[in-house]
């Protein structure tokens, strides 16, 4: 089992930068596809970007492409979100998650068996 915290979530204007953090405990960080998904209010909650377990092979929603990306650390356990060129539309509260499903690179909730708690993004207009 692993724990997932995610950070640095805020405020920032549109066209700026944020750089996500999700922290593994529990089981290492390396035996796990890690996503990142989305939700905005009154919203489902929408896959953003996965990483392999080597962090060889990334998967990105075609809304984020060429601007959002995720990179993993395995020695620290910690995968990122680099998130550049900010809209409003990516205001949302984004979520970290571990998958247990191989070699697969996920884009489906379902495939995702552990969850972080959130961390809120604002892009003003």
């Known amino acids: 089992q692993v724990q997932l915290v995610e950070s640095g979530g805020g405020l920032v204007q549109a066209g700026g930068s944020l750089r996500l953090s999700c922290a593994a405990s529990?089981?290492?960080?390396?035996?796990?596809?890690m996503g990142w998904f989305r939700q905005a209010p009154g919203k489902d909650r929408d896959f953003v970007a996965a990483s392999s377990r080597n962090g060889v092979s990334a998967s990105y929603a075609d809304s984020v492409k060429g601007r959002f990306t995720i990179s993993r650390d395995n020695a620290k356990n910690t995968v990122y979100l680099q998130m550049n060129s900010l809209k409003p539309v990516d205001t949302a509260v984004y979520y970290c998650?571990?998958?247990?499903?191989?070699?697969?690179?996920?884009?489906?909730?379902?495939?995702?068996?552990?969850w972080g708690q959130g961390t809120q993004v604002t892009v003003s207009s």
């Open positions: 998650a571990a998958s247990n499903g191989g070699l697969r690179v996920g884009r489906r909730i379902d495939e995702y068996d552990y």
């Open positions: 529990g089981r290492t960080a390396s035996s796990y596809t």
